[in-house]
């Protein structure tokens, strides 16, 4: 990799062109992909995407007034100091992602003006890389305008109602899955071990395994079942992970009474905790999957009785 210190102007002018080159097609990737869901950034990034083009119009110009017509092909990865990049197209398309990258892409290209024309001796070449400079630096202020005239209100609303939708097919629903799971499926395992032992530290046991378990369980079951591509539903070892967690919490909630001594004590806030595990998932069902109080709390009652009822059977009997 070459130092930027032992750059030429000529190679400077083909470095920048690269440079904007390479943010003119983020940024229409950037819309591309928030087009559908977020139409309003999009607008943003096509109008930012069309700026970088004309930076990169009067580069080429003023380079083959200089220079001629070949354009060295000079790469931000084949010269030290600049933060190395995720690839785009691995990156999540999520909102606020996109627009903090979008800030960190004019920053860097701004110092890169700034330094470059400290360094440069030619008058020409340094009018044009301060000018750019200072239109990077001012790029912000630009997004803004651009996004007070695209993003009104109405546009600003359907923009957060779209990120809630993605965040609750993201992160909620394998989340909410999980802590049900969690929550519903270890109480027969718990219980039935409490009742048919009597000693506290079984019980623990079982329900640690089989929290843990299931928490593995369904993380696997979670990442694989799809790749998100065509659902919406985000990338699938995220949603794996959430699943799996929430999965492994939502039994070991009603396991760690068991780790007191007294079987009594220890069932009494056993109980408890179940009570406010049941309460949760209704509270999380009716706060992001608009299901009614009542029916997501009868529901989530129902199912919790029914098996907490099945685990003090067959461990009494």
């Known amino acids: 990799m070459r130092t930027f210190e032992s750059l030429t102007a000529r190679e400077i002018l083909a470095l920048a062109i690269s440079l904007e080159e390479e943010d003119e097609r983020i940024y229409a990737d950037f819309a591309e992909g928030m087009r559908q869901d977020f139409p309003g950034t999009a607008t943003m990034f096509d109008g930012m995407r069309e700026e970088e083009s004309g930076h990169r119009r009067r580069l080429i110009e003023l380079y083959q007034l200089k220079f001629g017509e ?37 920053v860097e290209t701004r110092r890169f003006y700034e330094k470059a024309a400290a360094r440069t001796e030619d008058a020409s070449i340094r009018q044009l890389l301060n000018d750019l400079a200072q239109e990077e630096r001012s790029h912000e202020h630009r997004a803004e305008e651009i996004t007070k005239e695209n993003l009104g209100p109405a546009a600003r609303g359907e923009e957060e109602a779209a990120n809630r939708k993605l965040f609750v097919l993201q992160i909620v629903q394998p989340g909410l899955a999980g802590l049900m799971d969690g929550s519903v499926s270890t109480l027969a395992p718990v219980f039935a071990a409490a009742f048919a032992t009597r000693n506290t530290h079984t019980a ?32 699938p070892w995220v949603r794996g992970v959430v699943c799996g967690l929430m999965t492994a919490l939502g039994g070991i909630g009603h396991t760690l009474p068991f780790l007191l ?23 999380i069902r009716h706060r992001f999957m608009d299901s009614p109080w009542l029916s997501a709390t009868m529901q989530v009652i129902l199912g919790g009785t029914l098996v907490f009822i099945a685990g003090v059977w067959i461990g009494s009997s």
Do not use: C, Y
């Open 70 to 106: 070949h354009i060295p092909l000079i790469r931000r990865n084949d010269v030290k100091g600049f933060v190395q990049r995720r690839p785009i197209w691995l990156s999540p398309m999520r909102l606020d992602a996109v627009r903090k990258e979008a800030a960190s892409l004019e």
């Open 204 to 235: 623990f046991a079982v329900g640690l395994a089989a929290s843990i378990g299931a928490g593995i369980s369904m993380g696997f079951a979670e990442a694989l079942s799809d790749d998100g591509s065509l659902t919406g539903r985000g990338h």
């Open 261 to 283: 001594a007294n079987f009594q004590v220890a069932f009494g806030v056993a109980v408890a905790v179940v009570l406010i595990e049941l309460a949760l998932i209704a509270w």
